[in-house]
């Protein structure tokens, strides 16, 4: 399975046979749904954020979108990344769990999903504050980009992901099962002293990300508020246009809380909701606390809830352009009129060609300074 915050060596099974007949808690239904999702989310995930890249390079000159566009350009890279590491998962789901690749590449696409995973819910963070600032304090978004914040804040995410992904890379993540080579799925005994280790990282992870939800949702609810209250200017009243802007600002604060929490609740929630009994379920601690007799019928529902959030965490590459075009007026206003554009069939191969220009030099000029 992927590893999502799995501790590379922590056990992964109710018991270790001492022969080949495996007791792994299994999951048969992964094998045929995966491959298919997986498959639609790489077409999906690389059409969307080389599009996604296309369009920020193009506002590149929008001096209001300097620092999200640095977190939408971090984040859309971290999507790439894994939506590059999937026609592994899809190799190893349409074997029936089985490895034929290196062990290095076992570490590499495991690590990235837990890259893309948390990468993505700070960047979406640090996206709802940034929303949050420029709705609460517009003169001052107008006014400048503050590109240097949105840079040292990409560099501190970016260090922080890559320091917990060092255990993924630096332990083996293939292990030996029943004639599979399984990939972050093993059966190494621990004692209980590392379980309960493994157990209090992983809860401090779900801590962590709750605290991060938090602040997401709080910061949407209040950037909904500021918009349904603000109110124009006396001078303007009278206009027609001014007159019906409640009803249209009503409706992007809505759509934009629904898309950025949306991701949230969606991808992310179900998986750190489960992910404590599941870890508490897998490690199977002897004595002390998290020790709990787990019945099988348990252990199978645990096992195939988690495995059904993988997938939700998966979709969030796919989804994130969405969260772009609800977040900031000139994305969505740029994308509309490219769509009408490319209704019409204006410009079609200009576009195509100034799209792969614009790509390439996001990813010549670095993932910061952009």
């Not at 994308?335 to 220009?357: D, P, Q, V, W, Y």
Request: proline letters at 4%; charged letters at 15%.
């Amino acid at each position: 399975m992927l590893p999502s915050t799995l501790a590379p060596m922590e056990t992964n099974a109710v018991m270790h046979p001492p022969s080949n007949q495996s007791s792994y808690l299994d999951s048969e239904f992964r094998y045929a749904l995966f491959p298919p999702i997986y498959g639609l989310i790489f077409i999906l995930g690389i059409i969307a954020n080389i599009y996604v890249l296309f369009v920020i390079r193009c506002l590149r000159e929008a001096r209001a979108m300097g620092e999200i566009r640095i977190y939408m350009t971090n984040l859309t890279i971290a999507d790439l990344l894994f939506v590059c590491a999937l026609p592994f998962w899809i190799d190893y789901y349409s074997r029936r769990g089985d490895w034929i690749n290196s062990d290095i590449m076992c570490r590499i696409t495991g690590a990235l999903f837990f890259v893309n995973t948390y990468s993505s819910i700070l960047f979406l963070c640090a996206i709802s504050i940034n929303r949050y600032w420029a709705v609460t304090r517009p003169l001052d978004a107008a006014s400048s980009d503050h590109r240097l914040r949105g840079i040292i804040i990409c560099v501190v995410i970016w260090l922080t992901i890559v320091s917990l992904t060092i255990p993924y890379l630096m332990s083996p993540g293939i292990n030996r099962d029943a004639g599979k080579t399984r990939c972050f799925e093993g059966y190494q005994n621990q004692t209980d002293a590392r379980k309960k280790h493994v157990a209090a990282t992983h809860f401090a992870i779900i801590g962590l990300f709750l605290v991060i939800f938090f602040v997401v949702l709080v910061c949407n609810l209040l950037i909904v508020q500021n918009l349904l209250t603000q109110t124009p200017p006396q001078s303007q009243m009278r206009s027609a246009t001014i007159a019906r802007r409640p009803k249209c600002v009503k409706r992007r604060a809505t759509q934009m809380l629904l898309a950025v929490v949306g991701v949230f609740v969606l991808c992310f929630l179900p998986h750190h909701v489960i992910q404590g009994p599941w870890v508490l379920a897998v490690l199977q601690i002897g004595e002390g606390w998290g020790h709990i007799d787990w019945s099988r019928k348990t252990l199978q529902y645990l096992n195939d809830g988690h495995q059904v959030t993988l997938v939700l965490m998966a979709l969030n590459c796919i989804l994130d352009p969405i969260v772009y075009y609800f977040a900031t007026r000139k994305f969505r206003r740029f994308i509309m009129a490219h769509l009408k554009r490319f209704i019409k069939g204006e410009g079609c191969s200009h576009t195509a060609t100034l799209g792969l220009n614009n790509i390439l030099k996001v990813f010549s000029e670095g993932f910061f300074n952009i």
